[in-house]
């Protein structure tokens, strides 16, 4: 089952985003201010949050879990 974790995107507008944490690969500082976060060989993706409290929220959350309820 997929975790996600929610991080804001730099704008505008600025948005919140939902992570796989399974697709993370790899959380570097950001140039300047926030961080990126590297998803695929070669897919570098910025954030707002600064280097520690996405690895912060990546070991503690809070973690968003799909529900999975069967339909009847």
């Known amino acids: 089952m997929a975790v996600f974790i929610v991080l804001k995107r730099p704008g505008p507008p600025t948005r919140e ?3 796989n944490l ?3 690969l790899m959380v570097q500082p950001g140039q300047g201010t926030g961080s ?4 695929g060989r070669e897919h570098l ?8 409290t996405v690895i912060r929220r990546i070991q503690t ?3 968003i ?8």
């Open 45 to 52: 993706v910025s954030f707002e949050e600064d280097f520690a």
């Open 36 to 39: 990126a976060i590297l998803f």
């Open 61 to 63: 959350g809070p973690y």
């Open 22 to 24: 399974d697709e993370i």
């Open 65 to 72: 879990k799909p529900d999975h309820a069967s339909t009847k």
């Open 17 to 19: 985003v939902l992570v």
